[in-house]
């Protein structure tokens, strides 16, 4: 008696199933949201050193980051100092924006699009603040984040970040965190300032 073709195919899809299930339950490694989402935190723990806000105002778009070979703003901090390969990986990945969004963030965010930044601008940034403030009673300032690039051995890892808070009043840092292979914690390694004003 001949298979039953209906039977057979549903035969190799289930068998298809399981071992796709267990490739990705055998050993799986901790998913990369929740490793980004530390670093995420260990900036958040670094720039507001004077509390956590409940909620951040965020920019709609992930930044993109340039700066491989240029200079850092602060002349005291050499730029490579950052291994290359690091500063090479987080232009590869923030190469396209994306919506901040998807970021794993460790705060609830709230998103700034940028058709309200123009509109909020429109006159110039004397005129911006005070409306900003208006439309954001309980935002200082507005925040950017490219994603986070991660080292090989993913014990090293570069993001970068803006921050928005007045008409001189921001700034674009670049955190180079390190954590041991057998602990969890990222602990900056190198703060650079790339622009302030």
């Known amino acids: 008696m001949a298979p039953n073709p209906l ?23 901790v998913p990369e949201s929740s490793i980004d989402r530390t670093v ?27 700066s491989v070979s ?20 987080l232009a590869e990945v923030s190469l396209k924006r994306s919506a901040s969004r998807a970021l794993p963030l460790p705060l609830p965010i709230r998103i700034v699009t940028d058709s309200e930044l123009r509109s909020i601008f429109q006159r110039g940034p004397m005129d911006g603040w005070p409306e900003f403030y208006r439309r954001y009673p309980k935002q200082r300032s507005w925040y950017a984040f490219s994603p986070v690039a991660f080292s090989a ?26 954590r041991s292979r057998n602990d969890s914690t990222w602990r900056v390694r190198l703060r650079v300032m790339y622009w302030v004003s």
Do not use: H, K
């Open 7 to 29: 039977r057979v195919v549903a035969d190799v899809a289930l068998v298809v199933i399981v071992a796709a299930c267990g490739r990705r339950s055998a050993g799986a490694p």
């Open 40 to 66: 995420y935190g260990a900036v958040m723990n670094a720039v507001l050193t004077a509390g956590l806000p409940d909620t951040l105002l965020v920019a709609e778009s992930t930044l993109v980051f340039r």
């Open 70 to 89: 240029t200079g850092a703003a602060d002349p005291r901090v050499p730029l490579d100092t950052v291994p290359l390969g690091l500063r090479t990986r």
């Open 153 to 178: 051995d993913r014990l090293q890892a570069y993001v970068y970040y803006e921050y928005n808070c007045g008409d001189v009043c921001g700034g674009g840092e670049g955190f180079w965190f390190v």
